[in-house]
């Protein structure tokens, strides 16, 4: 018999199968394949877009947390984002080809609350007489706030426009490296290496530094200096 704490701790699993259930047609019916609490669909691009719906800490009522921790215990959020292949394969070179894609591996990244009219990180709670009516918001939300988000980077392209005008934007926090790996994939060595010299002129801790030059080597750009 499991103890009561593992009891309660199952309880939010189950309410966030049951949302997931809910949705899982909805996403394979538009492209998306699921693995666990990730679904993954490939655009036209070549490129990977995920839906990830995640739970809070696994910290059961009763738990002592540290005072400056916010307590997520029994709420979930969904999180969305975009895979660029080969700005994985020259930032992470060691890590090889991914077959499935979860959402802290992508290049672009948000909060489906950050993406709603509310604009702010927002995690439900998974109270069991409300799992349906959470199961509705997602839909909603997914329609209304992460499609029309996922469209904004559906290829390269349009990741391009959006990182140039938007170099500040919280969807990614390396918007010059990515445009630098994406322009140099397309033989626009000079394009490329200009921003990431501006990158390096920038930021001059040693630990980035090595990390640009190391890149622009792999990417066959030679001297940032």
């Given at each position: 018999m499991l103890p009561d704490n593992m009891k309660e701790k199952s309880k939010p699993t189950h309410a966030m199968d049951e949302i997931q259930a809910a949705v899982r047609p909805f996403l394979k019916e538009l492209g998306f394949r699921a693995r666990w609490r990730a679904f993954n669909r490939l655009t036209s691009d070549g490129l990977t877009q995920v839906i990830e719906f995640q739970l809070g800490r696994f910290d059961p009522p009763g738990t002592n947390a540290t005072g400056y921790r916010r307590d997520l215990y029994g709420k979930f959020t969904v999180n969305v984002g975009v895979y660029i292949p080969e700005v994985n394969k020259y930032t992470f070179p060691g890590d090889g080809e991914r077959l499935f894609v979860h959402e802290y591996n992508c290049d672009v990244r948000e909060r489906l609350g950050n993406l709603g009219p509310e604009h702010r990180?927002?995690?439900?709670?998974?109270?069991?007489?409300?799992?349906?009516?959470?199961?509705?918001?997602?839909?909603?939300r997914l329609e209304r706030d992460a499609f029309p988000f996922l469209a904004?980077?559906?290829?390269?392209?349009?990741?391009?426009?959006?990182?140039?005008?938007?170099?500040?934007?919280?969807?990614?926090?390396?918007?010059?490296?990515?445009?630098?790996?994406?322009?140099?994939?397309?033989?626009?060595?000079?394009?490329?290496?200009?921003?990431?010299?501006?990158?390096?002129?920038?930021?001059?801790?040693?630990?980035?530094?090595?990390?640009?030059r190391a890149l622009a080597d792999r990417l066959g750009l030679g001297s940032l200096e």
């Open positions: 990180d927002i995690w439900w709670d998974l109270e069991a007489p409300k799992v349906q009516d959470y199961a509705a918001e997602v839909f909603l904004q980077f559906e290829n390269r392209d349009a990741i391009l426009k959006q990182l140039t005008e938007h170099p500040t934007s919280s969807f990614t926090c390396r918007p010059r490296i990515i445009c630098a790996i994406i322009l140099a994939g397309r033989g626009q060595s000079d394009e490329a290496r200009s921003l990431l010299a501006t990158q390096a002129r920038e930021n001059r801790n040693q630990p980035h530094l090595g990390f640009l």
